[in-house]
């Protein structure tokens, strides 16, 4: 009886050191978790502001080249201004989504969301050979994160550019509804991606740009994966169609009632 009753106290403590050591690593994996969320955001941040970068370096560059053009001066500094105050809104939402926060969702123009980023691009894309076409009804609205949905497109839009690149090619962008989403898709003629690829494409860190497809700053394997997470936290979905050499098409479907407005 004495025999048994030891055996119970020694699984007993047991139990108890092996219950103490999966509260251990539960923490040390919280800890783990939340620096893998920081590096992920770091990537992101490094990401998106290299996009904003990228573009005003070359307009700031054009505008020493030519110190006589005040109205060159002009739109370089305005479009300075825009593009820092994006960066610090970027800056706030990507941390916000890293830890796990939400954002208020509002009523948007998608018009507008496409013009904005547009003009924040601060390239004419008529200059690489780029034809671009939009199609987006006046009145279409959707309920989203602006600033996210802007970013989401200005990755799509700059990945079309690149595809297309040397040769030019027609980016078309559109946006129509259906009974319960609004769908924005964006299109290019540029070189396709490879059928073993298209599993992987929103992947985080997979890429298709290697040797000397993959320019300095490019190809890093964050910014399709980021718009995907950015989709999913607005109850949405984004697809890609593509072939060799016909180019690629992005499909965003975004919910006309946002998640927490369903029943």
Not at 103 to 116: A, G, I, P
């Amino acid at each position: 009886m004495t025999s048994i009753i030891e055996k119970r106290l020694s699984l007993h403590q047991c139990l108890a050191q092996r219950e103490q050591e999966n509260d251990a690593l539960r923490s040390q994996n919280l800890q783990l978790q939340a620096l893998a969320t920081l590096g992920s955001a770091t990537c992101m941040i490094a990401h998106e502001i290299n996009n904003l970068l990228t573009p005003l370096t070359t307009y700031a560059a054009l505008a020493v080249q030519n110190p006589d053009d005040a109205e060159l001066a002009k739109k370089v500094l305005d479009k300075t201004v825009r593009n820092c105050q994006r960066a610090s809104k970027i800056m706030q939402s990507v941390l916000a989504m890293a830890n796990g926060q939400k954002h208020q969702r509002e009523e948007t123009c998608v018009k507008t969301l496409v013009e904005q980023v547009f003009a924040c691009l601060c390239r004419d894309l008529s200059k690489d050979g780029i034809t671009v076409q939009t199609h987006v009804p006046d009145d279409l609205r959707v309920a989203c994160v602006p600033v996210q949905i802007e970013q989401v497109l200005m990755n799509l839009i700059l990945n079309a550019r690149e595809a297309m690149l040397p040769g030019g090619g027609v980016l078309k962008l559109t946006a129509a509804t259906d009974a319960a989403h609004v769908v924005i898709v964006v299109s290019d003629t540029g070189r396709g991606i490879p059928t073993e690829h298209l599993a992987s494409i929103f992947r985080p860190f997979f890429t298709t740009k290697v040797g000397k497809e993959r320019p300095a700053g490019s190809g890093t394997g964050i910014g399709l994966a980021f718009c995907r997470r950015i989709v999913d936290a607005h109850g949405g979905e984004i697809s890609v169609a593509s072939q060799v050499s016909q180019g690629s098409a992005f499909t965003i479907r975004l919910p006309r009632n946002p998640p927490h407005d369903r029943p």
